[in-house]
């Protein structure tokens, strides 16, 4: 039973870069067929899709965040990660890994970590 | 705004059936029939209750189904239980460019 685990700072200053890595067990990165991803809740709102990435390193990205995302992936250490530059206080939210077989297929998720943004 | 419009809020007593509507275009749920469904308590992370339309994963009681008519998709709770209480979430495939969209999400509430 594959288990995922976000990890991070829990408060991040505006403008600068929010850093989380999900830590997967019970299964590895590396054994191809799923997407790792990123899905996140703004306070007492609803889900964004924020990336994934293969384990190959592609990638796929929110068009309305690519700018300013990067999720990597580290097969080693059975991890992947997620860069979020610029932030302000919008990004303050729950963020989520979370492993997808397919489009929308989002199964199992981690525990989610709230992150604030703030001075 | 979220992409997929889902009603704010529902209610139902228990053993009564609920239905909640997941409305997009033909861009996203019209499109293709990769729309699942997330259950989510509070504090908690959503939980996959239906995936392809109409797919329950192992786990999921029957008392949960999926359908899709046009550009909107439907979740089916049927004898409502207490537990069944909780936000739920539609998501839909939306194209190579966009990809994955969610509903803003629909708060059951059992009398």
């Known amino acids: 039973q594959v288990q995922l685990q976000e990890s991070g700072p829990g408060l991040v200053k505006p403008s600068q870069t929010l850093s989380l890595t999900c830590t997967v067990s019970?299964?590895?990165?590396?054994?191809?067929?799923?997407?790792w991803s990123w899905i996140r809740q703004h306070p007492g709102k609803g889900l964004e899709w924020i990336g994934y990435?293969?384990?190959?390193?592609?990638?796929y990205y929110n068009p309305s965040l690519k700018s300013r995302v990067t999720i990597s992936v580290d097969t080693s250490k059975n991890q992947f990660s997620l860069k979020l530059s610029s932030v302000t206080a919008a990004d303050t939210a729950v963020y989520y890994c979370a492993t997808s077989s397919t489009s929308c297929v989002f199964d199992p998720w981690g525990q989610g970590t709230l992150v604030t943004v703030s001075s | 705004q979220s992409a997929l419009t889902q009603p704010r809020s529902v209610s139902g007593s228990p053993g009564q059936s609920v239905t909640i509507s997941c409305t997009g275009t033909s861009s996203d749920v019209g499109g293709y029939n990769y729309v699942s469904w997330y259950q989510q308590h509070p504090g908690k992370a959503p939980k996959l209750m239906i995936y392809d339309v109409s797919k329950r994963p192992s786990g999921v009681p029957d008392r949960f189904s999926g359908s899709k008519s046009g550009n909107t998709a439907s979740l089916t709770i049927s004898g409502l239980q207490a537990e069944d209480e909780a936000d739920y979430y539609c998501c839909s495939y939306a194209g190579s460019y966009t990809l994955e969209v969610f509903g803003g999400g629909t708060k059951l509430t059992v009398l």
């Open positions: 990435i293969y384990y190959s390193g592609s990638t």
């Open positions: 019970g299964g590895s990165i590396s054994s191809g067929g799923y997407y």
